[in-house]
C-alpha cells in the first residue's frame, strides 16, 4: 500500500502562493541526488492552474543501472497525479535521461499532455517556446556514449560533494556545491554554457517567440539576450530551483533551501526589463 502521509500534510491556503504557471525540469526521480522531499515541499505551497515539467523528471539512464525508487520519489509522481486531478493542465516535456517517452508525444495519459516542445504565452501576450533543451548540446546528439561518461562522473562529483556537506554541517558551515563549482570554473564549461543559450536563443527566433524556458544544463538563468528572454529552470538535484509566472505575467526564479525550507526569489523579468 502506498505511504500517503505526506499527502495528509497539505498546508492550509492562507500558506500557499499561488502563480498564473509553474515551470520545472530536472528532477532526475531515480536517483540518490534527487532532492525528492525538497521538491514535493516546494509543490505544496506553490500552486497555479498550469504546470510545465521540462524534462529528465524520470533518470531512465540511471534505473537501467539498477532500480532506486524510495517512497518520496512515488510521493512526486502522486502528488502530480493529484495535481491533474484537481483540474490542473499539466504538460509534459521529456528531456534526454526520460527521452523513452518521446515516442508518445502527442499524447495524452490521465489528462497528462506529452510534446516535444511547446508555446506558453504570458499574460501580455509574449510567447515563450518550451524544450528541453538537450536537442543543442552536441554532445548528446553526436557523441551519446561521452554524455553517459559524463554523467557517470557528475554522479561521482555528487557523492563527494555530499559526504563533504556532511562535514561542513558538522561545523556549522553552509551548503557549498563542488560539482557547481567546477562547472562555471571551468572555461571550457563556461564556453559551453554560452554557446547553449545562444542556440536556444535563435530557435526561439526562428520559431517566432520572444523567449525561451529550458532546463537540461542544471543552471538556473534568466537574462535577456538582445529580442529573446532566455529563461532557465535548474534542477533538482543541486539547485532546488523552478521558474513561475505570476499573474501580472512576471517571471521569477525560485530558489528552495532543502534544509530549511525558505524559498529565495532569484531574477525576475520585471527586473530584467528595469535593466534594460
Not at 502563480?19 to 505551497?45: M, N, P, V, W
Not at 491533474?84 to 515516442?103: F, S
Request: charge should be negative; include cysteine; proline fraction near 3%.
Amino acid at each position: 500500500m502506498l505511504d500517503t502521509r505526506r499527502e495528509e500534510e497539505e498546508p492550509s491556503d492562507a500558506g500557499v502562493q499561488r502563480y498564473r504557471a509553474l515551470f520545472i525540469s530536472d528532477i532526475h526521480l531515480g536517483t540518490k541526488a534527487c532532492q525528492a522531499e525538497a521538491f514535493l515541499d516546494f509543490l505544496k505551497t506553490h500552486k497555479a492552474p498550469k504546470i510545465y515539467l521540462v524534462g529528465d523528471i524520470v533518470d531512465f539512464w540511471r534505473i537501467r543501472r539498477g532500480v532506486y525508487w524510495p517512497q518520496p520519489h512515488n510521493d512526486v509522481l502522486q502528488k502530480l497525479l493529484r495535481e491533474v486531478r484537481k483540474g490542473t493542465d499539466l504538460v509534459y516535456i521529456p528531456g534526454n535521461h526520460d527521452e523513452a517517452m518521446r515516442e508518445y508525444c502527442g499524447s495524452q495519459f490521465g489528462g497528462i499532455a506529452i510534446e516535444r516542445q511547446t508555446v506558453h504565452t504570458g499574460a501580455d501576450g509574449r510567447r515563450y517556446l518550451i524544450m528541453h533543451g538537450d536537442e543543442f548540446d552536441v554532445v548528446v546528439r553526436y557523441a551519446k556514449w561521452l554524455a553517459f561518461l559524463g554523467d557517470w562522473s557528475y554522479a561521482t562529483a555528487l557523492w563527494f560533494n555530499t559526504h563533504l556537506n556532511a562535514v561542513r554541517r558538522w561545523f556549522g558551515m553552509p551548503y557549498w556545491s563542488l560539482s557547481a563549482y567546477l562547472k562555471y570554473k571551468v572555461k571550457r564549461a563556461v564556453n559551453f554554457i554560452g554557446e547553449f543559450e545562444h542556440a536556444l536563443v535563435q530557435e526561439a527566433r526562428r520559431s517566432g517567440a520572444q523567449g525561451v524556458i529550458c532546463g537540461h544544463i542544471h543552471h538556473a538563468a534568466m537574462r535577456q539576450v538582445e529580442d529573446v528572454v532566455y529563461i532557465n529552470t535548474g534542477d533538482w538535484v543541486e539547485s532546488c530551483t523552478a521558474v513561475v509566472e505570476t499573474e501580472e505575467g512576471v517571471f521569477q526564479i525560485i530558489r528552495w533551501n532543502p534544509h530549511t525550507g525558505v524559498r529565495e526569489p532569484e531574477t525576475s523579468s520585471k527586473e530584467l526589463e528595469a535593466a534594460a
